[in-house]
């Protein structure tokens, strides 16, 4: 899958972020920040998002953004701010749908760490107050791998 970049980022950004959310970015996820900083799917469609199946849910779910760091609006550090209290320690809001819905970064180095889909504002009928964040993938590699374009109806 080919990501239209943002741009690039330090090392040092990485460690403030790192520092700031009091966890540590898996290799994978900091080789993608340094390379693209966050960026858009370039499936060459005119949706200009891509599509990713979330088991849990029984359906694909759409990926129109990959958030960088210190890019304005669509930065790692002022989504994960933006849900204080709601998502647990150790985790980054790494990316959104086109309807509003997140992806996010787990890491606290147990079995549960890995990319989760994080239905907020609650548009499947399976998520409630106790239940609204569904696993995904493994690594943010696997994520990656898992794109593609989205299905015409």
Same mark, same amino acid.
């Given at each position: 899958?080919?990501?239209?970049? +943002?741009?690039?980022? #330090?090392?040092?950004?990485?460690?403030?972020?790192? *520092?700031?959310?009091?966890? *540590?970015?898996?290799?994978?996820? =900091?080789?993608?920040?340094?390379?693209?900083? %966050?960026?858009?799917?370039?499936?060459?469609? @005119?949706?200009?998002?891509?599509?990713?199946?979330? $088991? /849990?849910? @029984?359906?694909?779910? +759409?990926? /129109?953004?990959?958030? %960088?760091?210190?890019?304005? =609006?669509?930065?790692?550090?002022?989504?994960?701010? &933006? &849900?204080?209290? /709601?998502?647990?320690?150790?985790?980054?809001?790494?990316?959104?749908?086109? %309807? %509003?819905?997140?992806?996010?970064?787990?890491?606290?180095? *147990?079995?549960?760490?890995?990319?989760?889909?994080?239905?907020?504002?609650?548009?499947?009928?399976?998520?409630? /107050?106790?239940?609204?964040?569904?696993?995904?993938?493994? #690594?943010? #590699? $696997?994520?990656?791998?898992?794109? =593609?374009?989205?299905? $015409?109806?």
């Amino acid at each position: 899958m080919r990501i239209t970049p +943002f741009g690039t980022t #330090t090392i040092e950004d990485i460690q403030n972020l790192e *520092s700031e959310f009091d966890m *540590s970015i898996p290799e994978d996820y =900091k080789d993608f920040l340094m390379m693209h900083n %966050g960026g858009k799917p370039d499936i060459g469609n @005119e949706w200009g998002y891509a599509e990713f199946y979330v $088991e /849990d849910l @029984e359906s694909s779910q +759409f990926l /129109d953004i990959l958030y %960088g760091i210190g890019v304005k =609006k669509l930065d790692i550090s002022y989504w994960t701010n &933006f &849900f204080p209290g /709601d998502i647990p320690p150790k985790t980054l809001v790494i990316g959104g749908d086109p %309807g %509003g819905a997140m992806l996010l970064l787990f890491n606290d180095n *147990s079995e549960n760490d890995g990319i989760y889909y994080y239905d907020h504002a609650y548009r499947h009928k399976q998520s409630s /107050d106790e239940q609204n964040t569904y696993f995904v993938a493994d #690594t943010f #590699t $696997e994520f990656i791998a898992l794109l =593609k374009p989205p299905a $015409e109806d």
